[in-house]
């Protein structure tokens, strides 16, 4: 009797729906879930990881805006010595396209739920900017960079590594 109920599959008693977490074939269904997925998009801005806190002394280090008073970050940007291993320019770099996978996300369900046209314009306009203004700052820094404007469809190396855009 056990050996027969291993056997049989439990497909018509389970329900095999996750209910854990939110995906995008779940979500982005009203106008309030658009503008909360905007406000993530804009949350990105707050991170630690640009103008929340690393960035913000770096960013301007070069002229007259910044500075740095911390002896052991003298070997790293804020000593003026730029290094491809510097943990807190990756970190830059990663959160510009966590960002960018933010706004694409949004982007790509803008029509899914029924609403206000106004409204959705203007939800796409915010979010077209944002975006638009992560890939400047990525281009400002790093020059040509992959310019990503629709969420990879698998996690395959080929759709994730791509090829720089000219910054042009």
């Known amino acids: 009797l056990c050996f027969g109920l291993i056997l049989t599959s439990c497909e018509k008693f389970l329900d095999t729906t996750p209910k854990d977490f939110l995906s995008p074939k779940n979500y982005y269904e009203t106008e309030a879930q658009l ?3 905007l406000n993530g998009v804009y949350a990105t801005l ?3 990881n640009l103008y929340g806190n690393y960035m913000l002394g770096r960013m301007g280090i070069e002229a007259d805006e910044g500075f740095n008073a911390f002896t052991n970050e003298l070997a790293t940007v804020g000593g003026y010595n730029v290094s491809a ?3 807190k320019i990756e970190a830059f770099w ?5 960002g960018i996978n933010k706004a694409n996300l ?5 029509d899914k739920p029924s609403m206000d046209a106004t409204k959705r314009g ?8 944002l975006r638009s203004y992560f890939y400047f700052m990525l281009v400002s820094y790093f020059g040509n960079v992959p310019m990503v404007l629709k969420t990879p469809a698998s996690s395959s190396v ?3 590594h791509l090829p720089g855009t000219p910054a042009k």
């Not at 990663?94 to 966590?98: D, S, T």
């Open 35 to 37: 503008q909360t997925a």
């Open 46 to 48: 707050k991170s630690s």
């Open 85 to 87: 291993n510097d943990i």
């Open 94 to 98: 990663k959160e510009l396209y966590i």
């Open 106 to 110: 949004l982007l790509d369900n803008i």
């Open 122 to 129: 203007v939800i796409k306009g915010q979010t077209l900017f």
């Open 158 to 160: 080929e759709s994730l």
